[in-house]
């Protein structure tokens, strides 16, 4: 878990509040979203920094994993060192979908909340198929006409998904620490970014056309 500073703490009430006004501009909600996500990046950078220093030496993977430093897969690695040659986040750069499967992991069991949801990989656009039953068993003599039938009815309801996105910035010698340490970063960053919010959501959202901030 983010281990967040004042500063990070202060910039997220800001955000917060200005982002719950109705009469807020998108300027005003885009500037105190920076600010809460630089903050975020800057304690997730210090803090993996800390830890790089502390454990460097360990290769014991069971000790580095205990710790929250998970082993990587071979795509995970590549990902991380094609994000390390590019200094940065490149947009063309396919994420691993593993990753986002450590963070909704995480998520849930440090959020109870979360773990009460179903989450599903998708595509933008989903249509569910519905069936109900209709009709009742029946009882009668064992030699007895058939009775009771038994049918069911479909139904379909097409959804158009909503995005939670977010950015991430990383420092130059956060990218110098290799493919396990940027994971970290990542996990960290995007764990704090996006908890919050889809808590809030969950519970206050209706579901429709609000719009996700992050």
């Known amino acids: 878990m983010l281990k967040i500073t004042d500063k990070t703490a202060d ?14 501009t998108p300027e005003q909600v885009n500037n105190a979203l920076e600010a809460y996500v630089t903050a975020i990046a800057e304690d997730a950078g210090a803090q993996v920094r800390a830890e790089y220093e502390e454990l460097k030496n360990v290769t014991d993977n069971r000790v580095l994993e205990a710790r929250g430093i ?5 795509e995970e690695t590549k990902f ?15 994420w691993p979908e593993t990753i986002f499967e450590k963070v909704f992991e995480d998520l849930e069991k440090d959020h109870p909340l979360l773990r009460l949801i179903n ?3 998708t595509v933008g656009k989903v249509k569910v198929i519905r069936s109900r039953r209709k009709g009742v068993a029946v009882f009668g003599p064992l030699h007895k006409d058939l ?14 998904q909503l ?9 130059n010698d956060t990218l110098d620490l290799g493919p396990r340490w940027i994971n970290r970063y990542v996990q960290l ?15 206050t959202g209706t579901g429709n056309t609000s719009r996700l901030v992050f």
Not at 80 to 94: I, Q, R
Request: zero cysteines.
């Open 70 to 74: 998970p082993t990587l897969t071979a």
């Open 80 to 94: 991380y060192n094609e994000v390390s040659k590019a200094g940065g986040f490149d947009k063309d750069l396919v």
């Open 147 to 160: 009775e009771g039938q038994l049918d069911a009815e479909f139904d379909s309801t097409e959804y158009t």
């Open 163 to 171: 995005a939670l996105t977010a950015f991430m910035l990383i420092s």
């Open 119 to 121: 989450f599903q990989s």
């Open 11 to 24: 910039a997220k009430k800001i955000f917060n509040a200005i982002s719950a006004k109705e009469d807020a």
């Open 189 to 203: 960053s995007l764990r704090e970014a996006v908890s919050d919010i889809w808590e809030v959501k969950i519970v």
